[in-house]
């Protein structure tokens, strides 16, 4: 298994401890990553409410170029959900012959071309289909045994692209990783729910409204742990869980863990390697049997 | 003032120009169902709720739709085009409203925040989240952006305790102006397609 990696602006800051893990999680599954060399930001949603479609689609298909070029015939693996949908849906508009030409041309002034001959792909996906349970089952050193988790995949991953790798509206991957993990997944109310994602920092409030209800009903669920394979969602449900409780008069403390770092931790990998450091709820009580 | 005094204006041009924009084919797709604001993330906050935007629209209400929030408020969840019978891409019409409001000079927070964070892309061609945090807060004026700073303070605080928070830009693309040679050659290429 060798795949274009491409990690995302997040992975450098906000989501330091996803890129970290997931690389050493990749390692002990066999997967070979191949980091995009030169890759640029997707361009998220609001690229295209600045310059317009095409130049936002352009700029996510330079990346397609780079792996193409790099290393061809190999997919493209992300670890965040708005990157997957972003470069995923400028991928299926190379095979419009007008957009592909148009595209090219553009492309032309940085060297660079794409065919249209890789495919984007998620890490759940990957996870489901190229590893599957078995092989997850086999690496696990320390299964989650007892362990709650309520896992949350938000909604760009499965909603942008239909009919891929999972259902959209009752998303099941992430959930049959944690069980190979030896986990427990509960089913828990809004967990369908947006987290409003970028909004956290232009409208803050609009958020906390948003993620209070997903936290809450996790917490009334039972669930020891939020899992989540986003960066906006982990940053969201982590970051403003405090400022959530004070707001709606709650005392939840609900760690929100990337499961990629829930995934070292079940093969044993140690706490630094998971990245436990950077998560802002403490995970260190729930997680003792763990780290 | 009552009702009654409301002139409200309609201008078909307003229609048409939105019928020409990437995905202004969608608009004339939307039968009014209904199904995209029961399963908006936001309806609640929206002044509009989506279905109501792709009527006023239709009808050149160009003065509701472009000081509308709803396209502001839009997540990009990408819930409703699931369900939507006839596959409108609704959040994408709503980045091309975003884009119109933004020509007329409607400007909202979060277009400060989309132009900070096209600024950095075509800069460097990646995005360094720490000073893009700074520099949206700079483009509030100093008065919000203080306030901000007091409201976040404890959210800030914990994302830099954690290290989540580079305090310098990571490295950003080889050589940007080649980046921005492409972005400008795209624009230029959209411009001409109309």
């Known amino acids: ?291 | 003032m009552s009702g009654a005094d409301v002139v409200r204006k309609y201008d078909p041009e307003f229609t048409k120009k939105v019928y020409e924009m990437d995905n202004g084919k969608w608009v004339k797709m939307c039968m009014q169902c209904g199904i995209c604001p029961t399963t908006c993330t936001l309806k609640g906050i929206m002044d509009h709720s989506p279905r109501e935007i792709i009527q006023l629209i239709r009808a050149g209400d160009k003065e509701q739709v472009l000081k509308s929030n709803t396209p502001w408020m839009c997540t990009s969840c990408y819930t409703c085009s699931c369900r939507c019978p006839r596959g409108v891409p609704m959040m994408d019409v709503m980045h091309d409203l975003r884009h119109l409001a933004e020509e007329e000079g409607n400007i909202t927070n979060q277009t400060h925040m989309a132009k900070v964070y096209y600024n950095d892309v075509a800069k460097r061609g990646r995005i360094w989240e720490g000073g893009l945090t700074m520099k949206y807060g700079l483009k509030l004026g100093i008065g919000n952006a203080f306030k901000m700073a007091l409201d976040m303070q404890d959210v800030g605080m914990a994302m830099f305790k954690h290290k989540r928070l580079a305090v310098f830009p990571p490295k950003g693309v080889k050589n940007p102006a080649k980046l921005r040679a492409v972005l400008d050659k795209a624009a230029a290429l959209a411009k001409e397609e109309g």
Request: glycine fraction near 6%; include cysteine.
């Open chain 1, 1 to 291: 298994m060798k795949y274009n990696y491409y990690p995302g602006c997040a992975s450098e800051g906000t989501a330091l401890a996803n890129y970290h893990a997931f690389l050493a999680v990749a390692d002990k599954l066999g997967i070979e990553l191949n980091e995009i060399e030169d890759w640029n930001c997707c361009g998220a949603t609001v690229t295209s409410s600045v310059v317009g479609e095409f130049p936002a689609q352009v700029l996510a298909a330079r990346n397609l170029a780079l792996a193409e070029k790099q290393l061809p015939d190999h997919d493209i693996v992300t670890t965040c959900s708005s990157c997957y949908a972003i470069l995923g849906l400028a991928n299926k508009k190379f095979t419009e012959e007008e957009f592909n030409q148009n595209a090219n041309e553009a492309l032309k002034e940085d060297e660079l071309q794409y065919s249209g001959s890789l495919n984007v792909r998620f890490l759940l996906d990957i996870l489901a289909n190229d590893v599957g349970p078995e092989k997850i089952k086999a690496t696990v050193q320390k299964p989650l045994e007892g362990l709650k988790v309520a896992g949350y995949v938000g909604c760009q991953s499965v909603k942008a692209l239909r009919n891929d790798y999972d259902d959209p509206e009752y998303p099941q991957a992430m959930d049959n990783v944690i069980r190979a993990l030896g986990g427990e997944p509960v089913e828990f109310e809004n967990s369908n729910k947006c987290c409003t994602g970028a909004l956290a920092l232009s409208a803050p409030d609009i958020t906390l409204s948003a993620v209070h209800p997903i936290i809450d009903g996790a917490a009334k669920a039972n669930a020891d742990i939020i899992v989540t394979p986003c960066p906006l969602c982990q940053m969201n449900l982590d970051a403003y869980q405090a400022k959530a409780n004070k707001k709606y008069q709650t005392n939840n403390t609900l760690p929100v863990l990337f499961i990629t770092q829930l995934m070292a931790l079940a093969f044993g990998l140690d706490k630094k390697t998971a990245g436990l450091d950077y998560c802002i709820v403490s995970p260190y009580n729930k997680l003792s049997n763990w780290a």
